[in-house]
């Protein structure tokens, strides 16, 4: 069975009125999805599901729709706030997304398959996208065992400014203990140093392995959102503010003993913009690969 793949887009475009006006670096205009989406199914991802936000979809249908007919199956489905089990209800001050737990969740109805999960505006690199392919193509549809791709820390830094990092904790089998938020993660002249929770700057090891959202689950997986949901419901829908992350679901099961996460380390550099100063840097390395021989000239 081939896997698929969720991409969490449904903040994409919103900055800008727009999915046509998202940050391009390719030479003919290719954004960094178009660049994952062109891994992965180079990987072997046969279905490319798109999480958006509903008034998105004719713009999304335009852009990817076209360039992507032949080559997947593409489906879209919507994170919005009224996406809700029964008896619940979105307080109407609410603005915020639910999260990305949620917005994995919606995903449901379009997979049936092990599927990886990617955010829309990260650079990922090749070799990740087929370790992913590589791990899900060995799991059930009913497994409980999951999988992150681990980026080594020093390769998902900006120059720019501080960022902020899920460091796993990792036991000697290779699997996910916990992942620990850490905020203010900067280069301080060759070494690495994030802030406690009391302002004070810590060393940190360049060589730790951090998540960048891209995981791997089965179908199972959707039956504990489900669950885990409503549990986060009960406690927080009235919370403006509070969002359903992976962490919190991925820390639940893992506490329980229902699911075992797998880190599996990657070799690849991980590139986003996090600042503006990171734009012209990452269309140079786009440039880069593609002299190197990695992409063609023209994406599609």
Not at 86 to 105: D, I, M, N, Q
Not at 118 to 135: C, H, K, P, V
Request: hydrophobic content about 40%; some cysteine.
């Amino acid at each position: 069975m081939k896997p698929s793949l969720v991409i969490l887009a449904a903040g994409m475009g919103s900055r800008y009125g727009g999915v046509k006006q998202i940050d391009q670096f390719g030479p003919n205009g290719e954004t960094i999805l178009d660049y994952s989406i062109y891994d992965a199914i180079k990987a072997g991802f046969e279905k490319i599901v798109f999480v958006i936000r509903r008034e998105l979809e004719s713009s999304f249908k335009e852009v990817f729709g076209a360039k992507l007919k032949n080559r997947a199956d593409i489906h879209f489905v919507f994170q919005e706030l009224d996406r809700l089990p029964a008896g619940f209800s979105a307080p109407a001050e609410r603005k915020k997304p639910w999260g990305t737990a949620h917005a994995v969740l919606v995903a449901e109805e379009a997979v049936r398959e092990p599927f990886g999960v990617i955010n829309a505006d990260d650079f990922y690199g090749q070799t990740s996208f087929q370790i992913l392919a590589d791990f899900l193509r060995t799991q059930a549809v009913d497994g409980n065992e999951y999988a992150i791709i681990g980026y080594r820390l020093d390769k998902t830094l900006s120059k720019h400014g501080s960022v902020s990092r899920g460091v796993c904790q990792v036991d000697a089998q290779g699997f996910l203990q916990k992942i620990v938020e850490r905020t203010k993660i900067y280069w301080k002249g060759q070494n690495i140093v994030f802030l406690d929770e009391n302002g004070n700057e810590q060393a940190i090891d360049g060589s730790v392995l951090v998540s960048m959202n891209m995981m791997g689950y089965t179908p199972k997986f959707f039956q504990y959102l489900n669950e885990y949901f409503r549990r986060f419901l009960e406690e927080h829908v009235n919370d403006v503010k509070a969002e359903f992350f992976l962490t919190w679901v991925l820390d639940g099961l893992i506490n329980s003993g229902k699911a075992k996460v797998k880190i599996i380390p990657t070799n690849e550099e991980w590139f986003g913009v996090t600042y503006k100063e990171d734009k012209p840097v990452v269309k140079e390395k786009i440039r880069q690969l593609i002299a190197a021989g990695k992409y063609p000239e023209k994406l599609w």
